[in-house]
T-cell receptor, first 114, second 112 residues
């Protein structure tokens, strides 16, 4: 069974540009989470989608947005990139509301903002 | 606001020793406490988890101890092995909004 897949693996952008990161959950999983992992800050919750709807949002500015598609895949968009957006962005999936603590993570997309 | 405090930030343990990582929380809405293990270049993976109605859970060499009154929980790795070298994150789920909050992580190194 394929795990959570993320693309691209690495992405280099300059300040002010936009970045789009993609995630495919494990087959049968309907919930997708996005986390930002910056050095020394652990995993910071960004967004949670379930059945196509945004369920919860972390303390990030509105330029961080995303969506979930009918096939449950998801994308994260970061507009007006700033240097401090450089981080590893992790996507995770879970089998719906009953399993919200049991996340299966992908290997992440490393975003570098120059 | 950091709702789950994790310590130490890094830990070096000799092979065969016991590794202990501690976490503390304040929010009484947390109802599920998992630990995740992350190897370099990989995403975190669920290692073991506990609910607040039990004080201890053991899976192989890994044990979670949970103290509800003190709002603290810890991970113990018995007979630590070099393959256990990784970053460990504690986490807590809020039953109200289903959000999982992570600690800042502990980088564990097991030396021969």
């Amino acid at each position: 069974e394929a795990g959570v897949t993320q693309s691209p693996t690495h992405l280099i952008k300059t300040r002010g540009q936009q970045a789009t990161l993609r995630c495919s959950p494990i087959s049968g999983h309907t919930s997708v989470y996005w986390y930002q992992q910056a050095l020394g800050l652990g995993l910071q919750f960004l967004l949670w989608y379930d059945e196509g709807e945004e369920r919860n949002r972390g303390n990030f500015p509105p330029r961080f947005s995303g969506r979930q598609f009918p096939n449950y895949s998801s994308e994260l968009n970061v507009n007006a990139l700033e240097l401090e957006d450089s981080a590893l962005y992790l996507c995770a999936s879970t089998a719906g509301l009953a399993r919200t603590g049991e996340l299966f993570f992908g290997e992440g997309s490393r975003l570098t903002v120059l | 606001q950091q709702q789950v405090k994790q310590s130490p930030q890094s830990l070096i343990v000799q092979k065969g020793g016991i590794s202990i990582i501690n976490c503390a929380y304040e929010n009484t809405a947390f109802d599920y406490f998992p630990w995740y293990q992350q190897f370099p270049g990989k995403g975190p993976a669920l290692l073991i988890a506990i609910r607040p109605d039990v004080s201890e859970k053991k899976e192989g060499r890994f044990t979670i101890s949970f103290n509800k009154s003190a709002k603290q929980f810890s991970l113990h790795i018995m007979d630590s092995q070099p393959g256990d070298s990784a970053t460990y994150f504690c986490a807590a789920r809020n039953f109200g909004n289903e959000k999982l909050t992570f600690g800042t992580g502990t980088r564990l190194t097991i030396i021969p």
